[in-house]
């Protein structure tokens, strides 16, 4: 089965500043698709953005951006100009792309990221 | 647009008593349904999933049951709960095929004294 991993529980930045969070992952699949998920405090799952494994381009989405390095199986998730608001839990997830079975999404445990005013 | 709703919100339930949680999608046809349990300081735990009506597939060994009586309404019951079934329950769904991403509801306290 995939794993993946969050080897920060805890994370803190200063506000407008620069924080990365870290994952790997492990699989035997060449083509699957890879998450980052945001869970404020009113705990909804929230996505924050998407990288397709057969995509180089690292993804982008505002002041999110993933780098995403397939051969060492990590992806870590930059975000820039950090706001109180980005104060959460972050949970990075795998899916295989195949279209057999669920397909259902595998979780890290999870980053806390607290933001200093 | 498609929306997933999801409730209770919270839920105080003392051991042994029934429990159902109920989660409905709008706006798609033929998702994929799931069920997660969080417990404090993990991940989300996949419970059980389903591909279609009435098709239900378990992860995990539990007191829990689930079942998908209508295309885009999911039910997770149980009996009798047990005071390890405490914790938060999120429903979520996806696009059946060529889907990525999973679309979460906000999710069921559930408190078993």
């Known amino acids: 089965a995939q794993t993946v991993t969050q080897s920060q529980p805890e994370m803190s930045v200063q506000e407008a500043e620069t924080v990365t969070l870290s994952c790997t992952y492990d699989t035997s699949e060449s083509d699957y698709y890879l998450f980052w998920y945001k869970q404020p405090p009113s705990r909804q799952m929230i996505l924050v953005i998407r990288?397709?494994?057969?995509?180089?381009q690292n993804a982008t989405e505002n002041r999110f951006s993933v780098n995403f390095q397939k051969a060492a199986k990590s992806f870590s998730l930059k975000i820039s100009d950090s706001q109180l608001g980005d104060a959460a839990m972050y949970f990075c997830a795998y899916r295989s792309a195949s279209w057999t079975g669920a397909n259902n999404l595998f979780f890290g445990t999870g980053t806390r990221l607290t933001v200093i005013p | 647009s498609q929306t997933i709703h999801q409730w209770p919100a919270t839920l105080v339930q003392p051991v042994g008593s029934p429990l159902s949680l109920e989660c409905t999608v709008e706006g798609t046809s033929n998702p994929n349904l799931y069920w997660y349990r969080q417990a404090a300081g993990r991940g989300l735990q996949l419970l059980f999933y389903?591909?279609?009506?009435?098709?239900i597939s378990s992860e995990v060994p539990q007191n829990l049951s689930a079942s998908r009586p209508q295309d885009r309404q999911f039910i997770l019951s149980s009996k009798k709960l047990l005071l390890s079934d405490s914790g938060f329950y999120l429903c979520?769904?996806?696009?059946?095929?060529?889907?990525?991403?999973?679309?979460f509801g906000q999710g069921t306290r559930l408190t078993v004294v």
């Open positions: 389903s591909v279609g009506i009435g098709q």
């Open positions: 979520a769904w996806s696009v059946r095929r060529g889907g990525t991403e999973a679309f």
């Open positions: 990288q397709e494994a057969y995509k180089q």
